[in-house]
């Protein structure tokens, strides 16, 4: 679903600029059109980060229960989940090679994804290149709606620009992001304390 909604994020964008330099080459469009073209792939491709994001958050959510579940079965720890997991989010080959029990790895993986630092897995250079894109899309909206100075040209600049901008943010504050060691620690510390064994059902 990530790989589809690039294609589409990309696809879309060229469509829309590619419409626009045609017509304006043409002479059918106005200048003040690339206000409305440069508002409207500033906010799908801030949506679109935000909802990729969000799917890969929901992806890293499923960690812990993909652990357990291979654990059970018997998949090698250099394969699966854990495999992949060492090798790519520096810090969890503390936690998945070390001597802890299977369910005491998992909680401690699960600790780090409520900390939403189980890494980016490479999301984070896509959002610093449409940074790149929203920026000179808000740099040429802003040359041209500061010269014209109408309502309708702020509406552009503020609901499209800028919109991309906070949508683009969200998803980098809100969902995962690099593993930092504190956290390792502190996902470490939390299952190694003695757990409390629970009552069996009557």
């Not at 469509?15 to 500033?42: D, G, R």
């Not at 503390?94 to 369910?103: A, D, P, T, V, Y």
């Not at 896509?126 to 940074?131: L, Q, R, S, T």
């Not at 309502?151 to 600049?157: E, M, N, Q």
Request: glycine share 8%; proline share 4%; charged share 15%.
């Amino acid at each position: 679903m990530i790989t589809s909604h690039l294609g589409i994020a990309v696809t879309v964008n060229a469509a829309l600029w590619a419409y626009f330099l045609k017509s304006y080459v043409e002479q059918t469009l106005e200048p003040q059109h690339l206000l409305i073209v440069s508002a409207i792939s500033s906010l799908l491709l801030g949506l679109w980060r935000y909802y990729t994001r969000y799917l890969d958050n929901h992806l890293a959510s499923l960690y812990p229960q993909l652990l357990l579940s291979e654990g059970i079965l018997g998949v090698p720890p250099k394969l699966g989940t854990s495999g992949y997991l060492t090798e790519e989010v520096k810090g969890t080959e503390r936690i998945l090679n070390s001597n802890f029990g299977l369910e005491q790895r998992v909680n401690a993986i699960s600790y780090i994804v409520k900390k939403r630092q189980i890494g980016n897995r490479g999301h984070l250079g896509m959002d610093v290149f449409v940074v790149c894109w929203l920026f000179l899309f808000f740099v040429l909206s802003c040359i041209y709606a500061f010269s014209v100075g109408t309502f309708f040209s702020i509406l552009c600049l503020v609901g499209g620009n800028l919109s991309g901008f906070i949508f683009l943010f969200l998803g980098m504050a809100r969902f995962q992001g690099k593993l930092d060691e504190p956290c390792v620690d502190e996902a470490l510390k939390k299952i190694q304390k003695p757990q409390k064994k629970s009552l069996p059902p009557k």
